[in-house]
């Protein structure tokens, strides 16, 4: 599993780093309703960045999925996935 989570809503212009998917599902339900857009970008570590001189250049994120709020369903489904990972 990867390490950090980072979130990404508002058209690009807000970020959050998170521990966890359990963590990105909380903070999305939570802050969704009231975000300037549906739309959140969940991107997970995937490794770190080494360069060209062999120093560390930080972590790698890549995209896991794409939450839209307003997509029917979507906020279920969220609420769903976080009851079963509670268990």
């Known amino acids: 599993m990867p390490g950090t989570?980072?979130?990404?809503?508002?058209?690009?212009?807000q970020q959050r780093y998170?521990?966890?998917?359990?963590?990105?599902?909380r903070y999305v339900l939570a802050v969704g309703p009231r975000a300037a857009s549906p739309r959140f970008e969940v991107h997970a570590e995937t490794g770190r960045?080494?360069?060209a001189d062999g120093s560390d250049?930080?972590?790698?994120?890549?995209?896991?999925e794409v939450i839209d709020l307003?997509?029917?369903?979507?906020?279920?489904?969220?609420?769903?996935?976080?009851a079963v990972a509670d268990e």
């Open 18 to 25: 998170l521990p966890d998917r359990q963590a990105v599902l």
């Open 5 to 13: 989570w980072q979130v990404l809503f508002d058209g690009g212009h």
């Open 57 to 64: 250049g930080g972590c790698r994120f890549a995209l896991v």
């Open 49 to 51: 960045v080494l360069l």
């Open 70 to 82: 307003a997509r029917p369903g979507e906020i279920e489904r969220l609420r769903r996935e976080l």
